[in-house]
């Protein structure tokens, strides 16, 4: 079925070191896989995405990596702010309903 | 955000009352979501339209409706029959780009029931 997992579900770094966050998913037919920041109270943000044609994608201190065969993609965070703390979730657009399947979300926490 | 509007940002009802949740784009975005967000969850799929006139049921229909009479806009009616409303909920309108639909979320609406 629908499915993508999201590991882990917190995750504590000090400031200025990377944070990884790993998604897995389970339909290979699954073309379209963004990143979403959500802060307290507010509506989550495309922070960035990645299409099932590329491997790897850039900006600035942030990058997501897709491995296809395995059905894997995750979200790097390098020289973390404490403004990067937040709840981000992953989410795979599965071409088959067109609806997208969020990850349960990762607490990111950044200690100055 | 960026042109996707809810209101209101919060909401109180008594048991037993219908409310209904209000957002609209202006995005010229052809379909528009529908989700449910619990503390400290992630977010689950009530509803989804693709084009006008047209929407389907999403994981957790059941005690709400929607209507998507205007391409810019997308209510959602939460019933009497929704046992447990209180939660986050988030509009969200999404644009066909490069073959693929890039997804934007709306600010959300904390319906409280008391």
């Known amino acids: 079925g629908e499915n993508v997992e999201q590991h882990p579900s917190t995750l504590s770094v000090q400031e200025g070191d990377s944070a990884v966050i790993k998604c897995t998913y389970s339909d290979s037919a699954s073309n379209y896989f963004p990143w979403y920041k959500q802060e307290l109270g507010k509506g989550p943000q495309l922070i960035i995405d990645?299409?099932?044609?590329?491997g790897e994608k850039k900006d600035q201190r942030i990058a997501v990596t897709l491995n296809k065969t395995a059905k894997h993609f995750s979200l790097h965070i390098t020289e973390t702010q404490p403004e990067d703390s937040a709840v981000y979730f992953c989410?795979?657009?599965?071409?088959?309903?067109?609806?997208?399947?969020f990850g349960t979300g990762t607490r990111l926490k950044v200690l100055a | 955000d960026g042109g996707i509007t809810q209101s209101p940002k919060y909401l109180f009802r008594k048991e037993g009352q219908n409310v209904t949740l209000s957002c609209e784009q202006n995005l010229n975005h052809d379909a528009m979501y529908w989700y449910r967000q619990d503390p400290g969850q992630g977010l689950r799929l009530i509803y989804y339209?693709?084009?006008?006139?047209?929407?389907q049921k999403g994981d957790i229909a059941e005690g709400y409706s929607v209507s998507r009479e205007k391409k810019e806009s997308f209510p959602l009616t939460v019933t009497s029959a929704q046992k447990n409303p209180t939660a986050f909920y988030l509009c969200?309108?999404?644009?066909?780009?490069?073959?693929?639909?890039?997804?934007?979320f709306g600010p959300g609406t904390r319906l409280t029931v008391l």
């Open positions: 989410a795979a657009l599965y071409t088959g309903t067109y609806k997208y399947i």
């Open positions: 339209s693709q084009i006008v006139n047209d929407f």
């Open positions: 990645i299409r099932s044609n590329v």
């Open positions: 969200a309108s999404s644009t066909r780009s490069g073959g693929v639909d890039t997804q934007y």
